[in-house]
């Protein structure tokens, strides 16, 4: 997220924006502005990659869903014990059922 600096002069939507070497299909809409008026506002989404022109949406969309679980599945960390640590807390339960 972020401006650009210096601003394009004029945008229109739909139009492809170059900046550095990406390339942004730009979403153009007026809101509200504070405490009156309207705010022209243009917002740069990154352009489709053409790899995804021939594919269905269903598997881009699938695509989708499995890079999101993956960023999901990425901030757990696995439950580390050693056979060892399992094998005593065994014994103690066990010792503890038995009494």
């Given at each position: 997220?972020?401006?650009l600096k210096?601003?394009?002069t004029s945008v229109s939507n739909g139009e492809t924006v170059?900046?550095?070497r990406s390339e942004y299909?730009?979403?153009v809409f007026d809101t509200a502005a504070f405490p009156a008026g309207?705010?022209?506002v243009a917002l740069f989404v990154p352009a489709p990659a053409s790899t995804l022109a021939p594919r269905s949406c269903a598997s881009v969309r699938l695509a989708a869903w499995g890079?999101?679980?993956h960023h999901i599945a990425a901030r757990f960390k696995p439950y580390r014990h050693t056979?060892?640590?399992c094998a005593s807390c065994s014994r103690e339960r066990l010792?503890?059922?038995s009494s």
């Amino acid at each position: 997220m972020g401006t650009l600096k210096p601003p394009p002069t004029s945008v229109s939507n739909g139009e492809t924006v170059t900046v550095g070497r990406s390339e942004y299909q730009a979403v153009v809409f007026d809101t509200a502005a504070f405490p009156a008026g309207t705010l022209k506002v243009a917002l740069f989404v990154p352009a489709p990659a053409s790899t995804l022109a021939p594919r269905s949406c269903a598997s881009v969309r699938l695509a989708a869903w499995g890079n999101v679980a993956h960023h999901i599945a990425a901030r757990f960390k696995p439950y580390r014990h050693t056979t060892t640590t399992c094998a005593s807390c065994s014994r103690e339960r066990l010792a503890a059922w038995s009494s």
